[in-house]
């Protein structure tokens, strides 16, 4: 399963991919580098989530599967928090 790390406002996170989804992005409590993406669809995240903390993106729209992943929880409790970041947010869920 190929993962990378991203830095938000709140801290740095974890992507996950499998199979072609994204099953889980999560806030850690430790710092970490943020790596080079691997993959095409770890790109498209890391380019949607540059534009959405950047404010001028609103959806996004790459693939997950939502019953693994823990993308609301990281949204709704750590990043919709911070100033930084606008409460108004949507998930393209092809599953």
Not at 19 to 24: A, E, P, W
Not at 36 to 49: G, I
Request: charged share 20%.
């Amino acid at each position: 399963m190929p993962f990378t790390y991203y830095k938000t406002p709140v801290g740095t996170c974890q992507i996950t991919e499998e199979d072609g989804f994204i099953t889980r992005v999560h806030i850690l409590d430790e710092e970490h580098n943020p790596t080079e993406a691997e993959t095409s669809l770890m790109k498209q995240v890391l380019t949607e989530f540059d534009e959405y903390f950047a404010g001028t993106r609103r959806t996004f729209t790459f693939p997950i599967k939502q019953g693994d992943l823990i993308f609301s929880n990281w949204f709704g409790r750590s990043c919709l928090t911070s100033t930084m970041v606008k409460p108004s947010l949507t998930v393209n869920n092809p599953t």
